[in-house]
Each structure stands twice: as structure tokens, then as C-alpha cells.
């Protein structure tokens, strides 16, 4: 079974804080992505990549970066946090499928990031 | 206009009806449809995935899509408490994510 992992379930900080959330996958995918959920706006797309060291912005990329040094590892930064970044944070992990297809995505537990 | 549309509910279905889950997507080059499931405090889970015009069915779950009209959607038949949850509506556009509908909460009565 695929296994991506994210480091914290729960996690609270503080306003100006730098946050690290932590992905790691097990099924060597080339695709990593970093979505926030909050509730009636659905997943937005923060950052995703498609190979080591490669990142591209998502629809929401302000307020945020990222890091993938290994294939099986990316990471969301908040570079100085804010109460705005209250949210759910989902990382997920893909195949990177046909021309024109996309393979599933599979999805880590979450961390629920509240920031006071 | 948002790229992936869905009802947000919530729908409510007595045990062992029907549900039936549309969403509809503005790009007309998507070529990639997937549904996910998410119970609440938990992460979505792929359900369904389908890549041509008309029905796809897996066990109790039938996808269904039509690209002349973008619409896809999910048909759940002989639905259980247990299929209470939230439904993502997942497609892939030209652009190369998947971009998610805001979900549909499903409520199965016992």
C-alpha cells in the first residue's frame, strides 16, 4: 500500500513563527503537492512538484514555500506564520501518469495547523 | 466561475436509497475524473476514477461522465450509514494538478 506520512497531526503555533510541515512518501512517486482544506472552500492547491528540487506555485503559493531536496520527502514552510494559516494541511502523492491522464493521488493523514 | 463545481448539501438519502453526487468543470479539455471520500478529521480517499464518456461501475459505486456537458458524477446505490461522508470531485485540466470541487456531505438515515 502506498504510505505518505506527515510529521504532525496537530500542531499549534505562534504568530511570526517559521513552520515546518514534513511529507515523506514510500512508493517513490515524482509527484508531491501540498493542498490546504478549509471548510466551504474545499482543497486549494498550495505548491506541487514534479521532480526533485522542481516547485511550482499552486492557486494559494502566498505566505508559503517549499523544499524537496529527495524524491521522497517535501516540505511546506511558513516562512512567518500568520492566524490566516489556521487550516488543515493535506500532502499528497502521485504516479505521473499517461500524456494527458493523471493517476490517482494519495493522501497523508493531515496536520491541523492552528496558529494563535 | 469555479473550475469544479459541486453541490455543497448537505444530502440526505434514507438507508438503501440512491445518492447521487454531480459535479460539473468548466475546462473542456479534462481528461482525468476521480472521486474521493472523506470522512470527517480524516483524509480523502479515491474512490472512483474514469477517463471516458459513460459508466463506470464498481460494487455499489457507479461513475458517470459526459464531456460534451462536463459533468461527472457518482451514483451510490444501496447506501449504508457508513457511506455518510464528505465527496470530493477531483479533474484534471489542462493544467497538470488535479483541481477539487468544494465536496458534497452525504448523510445516510438509518
Known amino acids: 500500500d502506498v504510505k505518505v506520512t506527515q510529521s504532525s497531526r496537530y500542531l499549534v503555533k505562534r504568530t511570526g513563527e517559521k513552520v515546518f510541515l514534513e511529507c515523506v512518501q514510500d512508493?517513490?512517486?515524482?509527484?508531491m503537492f501540498w493542498y490546504r482544506q478549509d471548510p466551504g472552500l474545499g482543497l486549494r492547491l498550495i505548491y506541487f512538484?514534479?521532480?526533485?528540487?522542481?516547485?511550482e506555485k499552486g492557486d494559494i503559493p502566498e505566505g508559503y514555500s517549499v523544499s524537496r531536496e529527495k524524491k521522497e520527502r517535501f516540505s511546506l514552510i511558513l516562512e512567518s506564520a500568520s492566524t490566516n494559516q489556521t487550516s488543515m494541511y493535506l500532502c499528497?502523492?502521485?504516479?505521473?501518469?499517461?500524456?494527458?491522464?493523471?493517476?490517482?493521488?494519495?493522501f497523508g493523514q493531515g496536520t491541523r495547523l492552528t496558529v494563535v | 466561475q469555479k473550475e469544479v463545481e459541486q453541490n455543497s448539501g448537505p444530502l440526505s438519502v434514507p438507508e438503501g436509497a440512491i445518492a447521487s453526487l454531480n459535479c460539473t468543470y468548466s475546462?473542456?479539455?479534462?481528461?482525468?475524473f476521480f472521486w474521493y471520500r472523506q470522512y470527517s478529521g480524516k483524509s480523502p480517499e479515491l474512490i472512483m476514477s474514469?477517463?471516458?464518456?459513460g459508466d463506470k461501475e464498481d460494487g455499489r459505486f457507479t461513475a458517470q461522465l459526459n464531456k460534451a456537458s462536463q459533468y461527472v458524477s457518482l451514483l451510490i446505490r444501496d447506501s449504508q450509514p457508513s457511506d455518510s461522508a464528505t465527496y470530493l470531485c477531483?479533474?484534471?485540466?489542462?493544467?497538470?494538478?488535479?483541481?477539487f470541487g468544494s465536496g458534497t456531505q452525504l448523510t445516510v438515515l438509518p
Open positions: 499528497a502523492s502521485s504516479r505521473p501518469g499517461d500524456v494527458g491522464r493523471s493517476t490517482e493521488a494519495f
Open positions: 512508493m517513490d512517486h515524482e509527484n
Open positions: 512538484s514534479y521532480d526533485v528540487k522542481m516547485k
Open positions: 475546462d473542456r479539455g479534462s481528461q482525468s
Open positions: 474514469i477517463y471516458s464518456n
Open positions: 477531483a479533474v484534471k485540466g489542462s493544467a497538470r494538478q488535479l483541481t
